[in-house]
């Protein structure tokens, strides 16, 4: 058993949880059992499809007579979720329109804040749906959106799903390649599209992209067009070829009141697409449909986030991540839903926590990295600004080191509840995390979510407790993928998650799960080091590392040759004024071997300008493992799908000194 790590945060009687009162419900519909946490999370796995249609009544989105069956055929894949139910996903969101105060609140880097109140929001969204309709938009159909994270955007996806069509974006940082590469697979009638972005004080023009988007999406018949920057226009954009298209502007999309039922739709119909991070090959096409997405970020916003009508929440997100569709997700609450559109850094890293301040945000989420930036960069926001308003942090994208648990609860608050979750895109949602009615643990993720059969499983396919194993779910979850696009015999879908187990959902990070029911999550398990036989997850190295003042970030990867049992390199970012002298190489490998193990001290180390990430703010191990395992660098890796594409020249230069040297 592994010792307890401190205690940071208890849950305050005095204040109500929303668990608490589904509990209740709970002992009122069901028998009556007063559950905590850890029965009521072990009920929701062993019972998943009564536990789901709990969900689905407390939170009145289906009526009683379409509940049964809940779970019809729980294979996976392939599970069966309420067969006899319809429903939209909008009008979920639309149960809200009467509301007072604002639905989205958006501050952009530059300009002043942007409010969109309730009734706005519905009949913003409705004006655009019919517009779509007259461009010949109809249910199944694809619309995409080349839009960054604005107000905009958020009415575009309900005007899309309102009419049953199927909505997928890419953010206007992504180049034309990165952004074919994705749309193309899924052949999109309508295209909605900004002009440029502003970020980090400069304005970047994307007119020129736009046009390559029209001409290389041949089934597109129209274009939405936003001007956001101004300049180059897109309003009249024409594809090369004869084909009909029209063009509307923003503006004149959304003019008028067009109030109309929302498409009614199937439990499982395709509710949007999103995609794999595509960093060694074409992303995988994502599909999710409206009821599992309703339910599951039902549960999430209401139950784990304690979040309610009224209540403010930002997630800082791009829409090339997955976090701004769980940061929209708190419409379906009756939740304000806060943006910021730029750069966090811009003109420092206080930016977004003045943003917080301004906006009275009660549950404020950003990417690990960004808050791990702050600590390093010696931040102390709740003692510079008033957060009074501030119960709840997320943090998400790569693990939350343990310093910068103490660093939020000595710097920020105290009395924060602070939600460390871990999950991925493939299913929209966090499978840890956090609750109301749990403890957090310095460095640890608090409880495995409501209705995620989450376990640790030993290479003989068994569950292990306070054991490294493999992060695997043993029963269904709606939000699950419906599919990948067009994989019309399911193999590609089985091949990512189920080929290590069948029946059950590999999800490729290592992750230990403690007695107590909390997890604490290593990295994949598909960039591991193996030292001698001992595996051990990145995330291990990195929190020793990272650890020392001289070092802002770091990069590892096992590097295994013929003949040579290892080869494992560190790269690490180096804090301003630092250099790395001798000295500061002996640190860092006593640090390692003291604090992790002598098999994984590095054999060398390299300073470097920046680590290579995904959009998401995950560390790029295996495609940089890839290339300077002797790939060529177009297919190790996709510069298109990188936040920071210029940090990996220094390891295409590396991989060829490598090369050079193996030779």
């Not at 894949?77 to 958006?106: I, K, M, S």
């Amino acid at each position: 058993m592994t010792e307890t790590p401190t205690t940071l945060w208890l849950p305050n009687p005095k204040v109500r949880a929303n668990i608490a009162s589904f509990n209740n419900a709970l002992g009122r519909d069901y028998d009556g059992t007063s559950r905590d946490y850890a029965a009521l999370w072990q009920w929701s796995v062993d019972d998943p499809g009564r536990f789901w249609r709990a969900v689905a009544r407390y939170y009145d989105v289906l009526p009683e007579d379409q509940c049964d069956p809940a779970l019809a055929d729980a294979t996976m894949p392939g599970a069966q979720w309420f067969p006899n139910a319809t429903l939209n996903y909008v009008d979920v969101v639309w149960r809200h329109a009467g509301r007072e105060g604002p639905a989205v609140l958006c501050q952009p880097e530059s300009g002043e804040l942007i409010s969109l109140s309730w009734a706005e929001l519905q009949r913003q969204a409705m004006a655009l749906a019919n517009t779509l309709r007259g461009l010949g938009v109809e249910r199944g159909d694809r619309v995409v959106a080349y839009l960054n994270n604005v107000p905009e955007c958020i009415v575009a996806f309900h005007a899309v799903a309102a009419l049953g069509a199927t909505w997928s974006v890419c953010s206007p940082d992504l180049g034309a390649q990165g952004v074919l590469d994705r749309f193309q697979q899924i052949e999109p009638k309508v295209l909605i599209a900004c002009d440029g972005y502003h970020y980090g004080g400069r304005d970047f023009a994307r007119a020129d992209v736009v046009a390559e988007l029209v001409d290389g999406l041949p089934t597109l018949a129209g274009l939405v067009s936003l001007e956001r920057i101004g300049g180059t226009a897109i309003a009249g954009v024409a594809p090369a070829d004869a084909r009909l298209f029209e063009c509307v502007d923003w503006q004149a999309a959304i003019a008028g009141d067009a109030v109309f039922e929302a498409e009614p739709v199937a439990f499982d119909h395709p509710l949007w697409i999103v995609y794999s991070s595509g960093t060694t090959g074409k992303p995988k096409a994502i599909v999710h449909g409206h009821g599992g997405i309703v339910l599951e970020h039902l549960k999430q916003v209401g139950l784990q986030l304690n979040l309610n009508p009224g209540d403010r929440f930002m997630w800082f997100s791009s829409t090339a991540w997955m976090m701004w569709n769980y940061n929209i997700a708190g419409l379906l609450m009756g939740v304000t839903v806060c943006l910021y559109d730029g750069n966090p850094g811009k003109p420092d890293l206080n930016r977004l926590w003045q943003v917080v301040e301004a906006l009275e945000i009660n549950f404020f989420g950003a990417g690990a990295a960004y808050f791990e930036a702050c600590k390093n960069a010696g931040l102390a926001p709740g003692k510079t600004l008033d957060l009074k308003w501030l119960f709840g942090m997320g943090s998400t994208g790569s693990p939350l080191a343990p310093d910068v648990f103490d660093w939020i609860y000595e710097t920020v608050g105290s009395d924060v509840f602070l939600s460390s979750i871990s999950g991925g895109t493939d299913f929209a949602t966090a499978c840890v995390g956090g609750a109301p009615t749990v403890p957090v643990w310095r460095g640890e993720i608090s409880c495995r979510s409501l209705g995620c059969a989450v376990e640790a499983w030993d290479e003989a396919g068994n569950a292990v407790t306070d054991t490294v194993g493999e992060l695997v779910i043993t029963a269904p979850m709606p939000s699950m993928p419906l599919m990948f696009w067009n994989d019309g015999d399911g193999s590609r879908y089985r091949d990512a998650y189920f080929d290590t187990y069948p029946g059950v959902w590999r999800h490729g990070d290592w992750i230990r799960i403690t007695d107590r029911g909390s997890a604490v999550i290593y990295g994949r398990s598909d960039s591991t080091i193996n030292r001698q036989g001992i595996r051990m997850g990145t995330a291990e190295l990195y929190q020793v590392v990272e650890a020392l003042p001289e070092v802002l970030d770091s990069l590892v990867v096992d590097l295994e040759y013929l003949g040579r049992d290892s080869y494992l390199p560190l790269f690490v970012v180096l804090a301003e004024g630092a250099a790395l002298d001798d000295a500061l190489i002996t640190a860092i490998r006593t640090a390692v071997r003291t604090g992790l193990s002598p098999r994984h001290v590095p054999d060398d180390v390299f300073a470097i300008a920046d680590v290579p990430r995904t959009f998401s703010g995950k560390k790029m191990e295996i495609p940089v493992r890839r290339l300077l395992l002797g790939k060529a660098a177009a297919e190790a890796i996709n510069r298109d799908t990188m936040a920071n594409p210029e940090s990996i020249d220094w390891f295409v230069d590396f991989a060829l000194q490598l090369a050079a040297d193996r030779n």
